[in-house]
């Protein structure tokens, strides 16, 4: 296996092992956000488990800030095409997000809309909780792209049957997760009451589990024969049974364990299905895979065959946009450049680039600095804020 495939698997599972650790680490905050009005009967007890996630809940969503910016990092495709065409779905969850971190603040300095703001923490708790499940059976069933990798769907497009089971199925333990962090955060009624919602949610996750395993074999009949995928799967009913278990002999902190369990093989299950596509499409020939969704530079190829293939096509009305700049940038060539290095800040040094008189073509200029005048009639140098090479020494 060359160096560059070794880069891209493990890009990708390290890209699976941040989201997951989303899921756990953020999972109990929504959880018990969502479970809010259920568990706590009185001011006190809303009190006791909105404190139980106050001093956590920003740095566990560091989480997803890091997953999406390894995303972009690694595989920068499957990032355009997933933000554009999950656009309204992700603004729904950024929202939601916002209004849940703003109602954690505002319930404890604004008494008199204790209620409103209790109400937005619930919400902005489920929805994420809801969505990102969708979000993923949308990536695992197929997603309609054209040949350029856009999105071609509408909003009502991620919301198809095996999605929505996903969803359904993420929402279940997400808030049995809740309800273990809940149980072992409280003690009298409130900890009873969270465990016996636990045991509740313990029999409702496996019934969405057995649920989503008879979507995939009808929508997607392939990922049966992944023996991995069955590997996970008999982990999620194992840590459900010990979950359950723990619970009923108020082992809380034991129950944590196993519904975390269960999140990271329930992400072993998509890692295994998808692997080693990224972004799935209803035709498979268009699917985004590690090898030409990857921003290695190794062979790209890979990342022009979908630029010709829509091209092939032969849209005479086509717009300019960023596949057509792609395609240029691949038969650029720089001219010869004269560098050193300037210091951004303390830590980060980028070259400065100064380009020959008699060269007419277009090169990188400092960071910051406007466009010069052209070199050459009717050629000119241009300068943008992102003309940095990525190439960044550390000082």
Known sequence: METWDILRNVWFLLIGVLFAGYTILDGFDLGIGTLLPFLAKSEGEKRTLMSAVGPVWDGNEVWLLAGGGALFAAFPMAYATVFSGFYLALMLVLFALILRAVSLEFRAHDPRRRGLWEAAFVGGSVVPALLFGVAVGNIVVGVPLDARTEFTGTFFTLLRPLPLVFGILGLSAILM????????????????????????????????????????????????????????????????????????????????????????????????????????????????????????????????????????????????????????????????????????????????????????????????????????????????????PPLLAVS
Not at 233 to 257: I, M, N, T
Not at 273 to 280: A, E, S
Not at 308 to 322: I, L, N, T, V
């Open 177 to 388: 997760h809740g309800a273990s962090y809940a149980a072992l955060k409280t003690e009298g009624d409130l900890r009873a009451r969270a465990q016996r919602t636990g045991r509740l949610l313990a029999a409702v996750t496996a019934a969405a589990f057995a649920l989503s395993l008879a979507a995939v074999a009808v929508y997607l009949p392939a990922a049966l024969r992944s023996i991995p995928a069955w590997v996970f799967s008999a982990l999620v009913w194992l840590s459900l049974g010990l979950y359950a278990a723990a619970l009923k002999k108020g082992r809380d902190g034991q129950a944590f364990v196993f519904s975390s369990t269960a999140l990271l093989s329930l992400w072993g299950i998509v890692g295994a299905i998808q692997h080693p596509v990224l972004v799935r499409a209803t035709d498979p020939a268009l699917s985004l895979t590690i090898a030409n969704a990857s921003s290695s530079a190794s062979e790209p190829d890979d990342r022009q065959r979908l630029v010709e293939r829509a091209d092939a096509q032969g849209h005479a009305h086509r717009r300019p946009g960023r596949h057509a700049a792609r395609h240029r940038l691949h038969d650029l060539r720089l001219p010869r450049l004269q560098g050193q290095g300037r210091r951004l800040g303390l830590f980060i040094k980028t070259p400065v680039f100064s380009v020959r008189q008699e060269d007419p073509r277009p090169a990188f200029l400092p960071f910051g600095q406007a466009a010069a005048q052209p070199s050459a009639p009717g050629r000119g140098i241009y300068c943008m804020a992102g003309c940095i």
